[in-house]
């Protein structure tokens, strides 16, 4: 079967650092993305790691382990405005999509 | 980046009537996309793959007769609901793939309401 899991929800405050884990079993692997969705809104792309290792993209990196099945979101200096639903999606062969759980991510003042 | 565009972004109907989704990409031609539905507070669960002058490809679980998915042409791709009822009340979203990396750009969105 196919499962990418992610903590369904999580909080931290305003100015901290918060990390949003991913761990996929997925049929193949050509690529993992993670997109910050907000409610009632379309999904936007916010990062892209096909090799292992880190990629960063100012106050956000994410990190690929293709022997673990894991990545993970790290979000620095959070501000109110990151508020969302980060998700994580694992793309198989060349277009598909496979999109995991979800997190809620609460950042308080 | 690329543009989709996903029509309209809210609809109400009664039970029973057919709606039409529309997506369309802007400004790059589509072979393929993908159709998704989201419940409220969960993730995007993918419904069909659409494909340019074939038919769709739907995931296991949805009903292709109820989920009705043209693509007549490389920037469009229609979802219709057919016989909608309560249950169908959703978040429907469409994407399109393009670039190096095949990245998904998404429409806005259509948050549809069967009374």
């Known amino acids: 079967g196919q499962n990418i899991d992610q903590p369904t929800e999580m909080t931290a405050t305003e100015g901290a650092i918060v990390q949003i884990n991913c761990t996929y079993q997925?049929?193949?692997?050509?690529?993992l993305f993670w997109y910050q969705q907000h409610a009632g809104e379309a999904p936007t792309f916010l990062s892209y790691?096909?090799?292992?290792g880190l990629e960063e993209k100012g106050r956000f990196s994410s990190f690929l382990s293709r022997s673990k099945g894991y990545s993970y979101l790290l979000l620095k200096e959070l501000q109110m405005k990151d508020s969302a639903s980060y998700l994580c999606a694992v793309k198989e062969g060349t277009y598909k999509y496979i999109f995991g759980t979800g997190t809620r991510l609460k950042v308080l003042a | 980046g690329a543009v989709v565009s996903q029509h309209p972004s809210r609809v109400i109907c009664k039970s029973g009537t057919s709606v039409k989704i529309e997506c369309r990409s802007l400004d790059f031609q589509a072979t393929t996309m993908f159709w998704y539905r989201q419940f409220p507070k969960q993730s995007l669960m993918l419904m069909a793959t659409s494909n340019e002058g074939s038919k769709a490809t739907y995931e296991q679980g949805v009903e292709k007769d109820k989920f009705l998915i043209n693509h007549a042409s490389l920037t469009l791709s229609t979802l219709t609901v057919t016989s909608a009822h309560p249950e169908d009340s959703s978040f429907y979203i469409c994407?399109?793939?393009?670039?190096?990396?095949?990245?998904?750009?998404f429409g806005q969105g259509t948050r549809l309401t069967v009374v």
């Open positions: 997925t049929s193949g692997f050509n690529g």
């Open positions: 994407s399109a793939p393009t670039g190096e990396r095949a990245e998904a750009f």
């Open positions: 790691n096909v090799l292992d």
